[in-house]
């Protein structure tokens, strides 16, 4: 972390969590991003002067509204942040993402569709394809009202507020990547609003992907055609090189040990989660 932060001039900070670690046991909802994760942000943050950061990213995701309160405390102190993604940052992370002046992805690395999950009985589910089987279900049924019985089963299931909830977070990842576009990575850009709702729009668009899971890749970002300014970490090999070593000792230590979440900075300030073990300790010979 001290060799990348000499090397580009710029303190870094890493927030990173053990979604990609093979065989790792995680606690229900502890790699996702929180409200919690303020602590861990303000941590490795309230030591650092006022001036350009980089921050290393490593996310599958989590709540849009954690990720608003996060990017809106980070911004409001550090008027420039150069976003790292060394391997992968989905979901809410991707949101995150779209916050920076600028990004710098590796070839492979992956960013993800910011369409919103909706929790239902049957677990999550895409906010559109909700939407979709709602107005397949009134089309069906206006045609046949025979297929009322086959529909209402399915739809008593999904609440009678799912559909202006599908609407709301629909509407709320997009205007916050819209958003935070016009405040930075297009400030001062004639169309920045065009543009803006272009890259929110096509980064929300669940008929696009059909997958919340697909992966978003740097040529394709760049292939969008809306100038969005972001780069490959492999143009400057030494500066690839520091990063790679960062991104991989962070691995072994997600591989090695029962922390699954990191927040640190290239000062050292840190902030740990780790799954709880039980310890043994063997008893005095003699005692039962």
Excluded at 39 to 57: N, Q, R, W
Excluded at 229 to 252: G, N, Q
Aim: net charge neutral; proline share 6%.
């Amino acid at each position: 972390m001290r060799a990348l932060s000499d090397y580009t001039g710029r303190p870094c900070v890493v927030y990173v969590t053990a979604c990609t670690t093979s065989g790792k046991q995680l606690p229900p909802g502890g790699i996702q991003i929180d409200v919690s994760d303020k602590m861990g942000f303000y941590e490795v943050t309230h030591s650092l002067a006022a001036k350009p950061i980089d921050l290393l990213l490593h996310s599958p995701g989590g709540f849009p509204e954690a990720a608003e309160s996060i990017v809106e405390s980070l911004r409001a102190k550090f008027p420039h942040v150069r976003i790292i993604v060394p391997s992968y940052a989905k979901s809410a992370a991707t949101m995150m993402a779209m916050s920076a002046d600028e990004i710098l992805m590796d070839d492979d690395a992956e960013l993800g569709p910011i369409d919103p999950q909706m929790q239902t009985a049957n677990g999550l589910s895409p906010a559109e394809a909700i939407k979709e089987q709602f107005l397949k279900a009134g089309k069906e049924i206006s045609q046949d009202p025979k297929r009322l019985s086959v529909w209402l089963p399915i739809l008593q299931q999904m609440g009678p507020s799912m559909l202006i909830q599908c609407d709301n977070a629909i509407e709320l990842s997009r205007t916050l990547v819209g958003k935070w576009l016009v405040r930075f990575m297009f400030k001062g850009d004639a169309d920045a609003e065009g543009k803006a709702e272009a890259v929110a729009n096509f980064l929300g668009q669940h008929s696009t992907f059909k997958s919340h899971g697909r992966s978003i890749r740097l040529k394709q970002l760049q292939e969008l055609g809306q100038g969005l300014k972001i780069a490959s970490m492999r143009d400057d090999p030494e500066l690839h090189s520091k990063i790679w070593s960062v991104y991989c000792a962070i691995d072994v230590i997600f591989s090695m040990s029962g922390i699954f979440k990191i927040f640190f900075n290239s000062k050292e300030d840190a902030h740990v989660r780790a799954a709880q073990t039980a310890m043994f300790v063997p008893k005095p010979p003699g005692q039962i």
